[in-house]
């Protein structure tokens, strides 16, 4: 499995971004697809996850500094997820990571180990 994310760059203050991750190699019938960020000098850290089977309820979860502002959802191609960014902070800025799991959770697990798929960062750098 592959990911690749796009959508990343520069915007100020109060704007609005939205990051899309696609993941090939395989369907997923189950699969959870998340971003994770790092900013500099920091740990990397969850923001946004989407859960999904197609024998089950689609369950999502956010980190507490992003909810409310940010908004993840699956995209129209099959195994791509979109990740909408309002209200940018300086402190969202970050390189931003998808990452994928090909297991379904009811309670979805926000540690990054669990993630056995990482695609390549993106940028986001939001400016004051």
């Known amino acids: 499995v592959q990911l690749q994310a796009y959508g990343g760059g520069l915007v100020q203050a109060g704007g609005s971004l939205r990051l899309s991750c696609a993941a090939s190699g395989r369907t997923f019938s189950s699969a959870t697809m998340g971003w994770f960020r790092q900013a500099p000098g920091k740990e990397r850290e969850f923001v946004a996850a989407i859960s999904w089977s197609i024998w089950s309820t689609t369950k999502k979860t956010y980190a507490d500094s992003v909810k409310g502002r940010f908004t993840i959802s699956r995209g129209s191609a099959k195994n791509t997820v979109d990740l909408q960014m309002n209200s940018l902070k300086p402190e969202d800025t970050a390189v931003y990571y998808c990452?994928?799991?090909?297991?379904?959770?009811?309670?979805?697990?926000?540690?990054?180990?669990?993630?056995?798929?990482w695609g390549r960062g993106t940028l986001v750098t939001v400016s004051s």
């Open positions: 990452a994928a799991d090909t297991v379904y959770y009811t309670n979805i697990d926000t540690r990054g180990a669990k993630y056995e798929y």
